[in-house]
């Protein structure tokens, strides 16, 4: 089955259902879109990282 078969298909599914939920088939992935949310979530992973590091928190003593 081809994506766009499949795609026909789950759209006459969804559309069956009567939920209001429309399903669009793009043939080019976006790929801006999941560039700058990478590019964010590096971002995010570097700012928390820098931020453990100049404040570490206290390790429970165990005895």
Do not use: D, S, W
């Amino acid at each position: 089955m081809n994506p766009e078969t499949f795609c026909e298909h789950i759209r006459r599914q969804v559309e069956g259902a009567n939920r209001g939920i429309v399903l669009q088939y793009l043939r080019k992935p976006r790929i801006r879109l999941i560039y700058k949310e990478a590019r964010e979530t590096a971002e995010q992973y570097r700012k928390r990282r820098a931020r453990m590091c100049r404040n570490p928190k206290p390790r429970k003593q165990t005895r």
